[in-house]
């Protein structure tokens, strides 16, 4: 290949680092006994272009609620009598990863009704309209995210949005309400979704949480977004935390867990908010930085 490629590859990595928030690693952080950096983090969510892309086995995490993402970007579907949820479309090229994953579980990608979406970066709605092409379904957009979902256009598609929200709307089909919290700060329309469900004739609470990971630089505005942010996120009820990366919640390490007839890994009520602890120390970290003197 020519040395153009390569040279174009680098060029799209490091616009896709910047973009996620690359930049200085500090400051450091140590939460529950873990050092945590900003690379660190955003390569523990990332991995790497091959994680991004490769199928991770298909599973059911509790209920209705099934796992169809990649290694570390989170895609889940919600199984309905009246047809089905799926929330993160992903990257674009990850569509047909995703409508295996559905169909490995026996599910008819066909069935998806309504696509919802965490916030509004590549990695996680690129794909909307390769959905919305597919399958008809109604996209779902939290309005202060639309301009950066509009900007989002693969090979040139416009994005689609069938339906805007507002903090607190809910979502319903086939007996399932998906209720919508504005947890801004990553991004202005940052959406935490939270959902019931009985499961071994028990209910549950399930929060789909939002990246909360503050950049490099925080405006006073994203700073507001954010304190707000944590004390939301912090007062939903919750036994199920889950994430738009996998690594979130410990995805892999739970799944490994799966056995029949043992406790369900994913019901962890005791480390629902071990990512926002994360995030928050980091968040307050960076701001101490910030406003430190700057010696000459």
Known sequence: ????????????????????????????????????????????????????????????????????????????????????????????????????????????????KILLGNHAHGDHQEGDAAVKQLTGAQVVAMAEDLDALKAIKPGGKEHPVDRVIHDGDSVSLGGTTLVAHLTAGHTPGCTTWTTKVRDGGKDYNVVFHCSYRAGNTISPDAARQFERTFKVVRALPCDVPLGDHGAQYNMQEKYAKLKPGAPNPFIDKANCNLETDIQEAMFKATLAEQSAPKTQ
């Not at 680092?17 to 690359?22: E, I, L, P, R, S």
């Open 1 to 112: 290949m020519s040395k153009h490629f390569f040279t174009a590859l680098a060029l799209a990595s490091a616009a896709t680092v910047f973009a996620q928030g690359g930049g200085p690693d500090h400051p450091s952080v140590t939460v529950h006994g873990q050092v945590y950096t900003p690379r660190s983090i955003l390569a523990r969510n990332m991995g790497s272009t091959d994680d991004q892309t490769t199928q991770f086995p298909p599973h059911k995490i509790i209920g209705n609620i099934y796992y169809v993402g990649t290694k570390t970007l989170s895609s889940f579907l919600i199984v309905t009598p009246q047809g089905d949820i799926l929330m993160n479309s992903t990257y674009e090229r990850n569509v047909p990863v995703i409508q295996k994953s559905v169909s490995d579980l026996g599910f008819k990608f066909s069935d998806v």
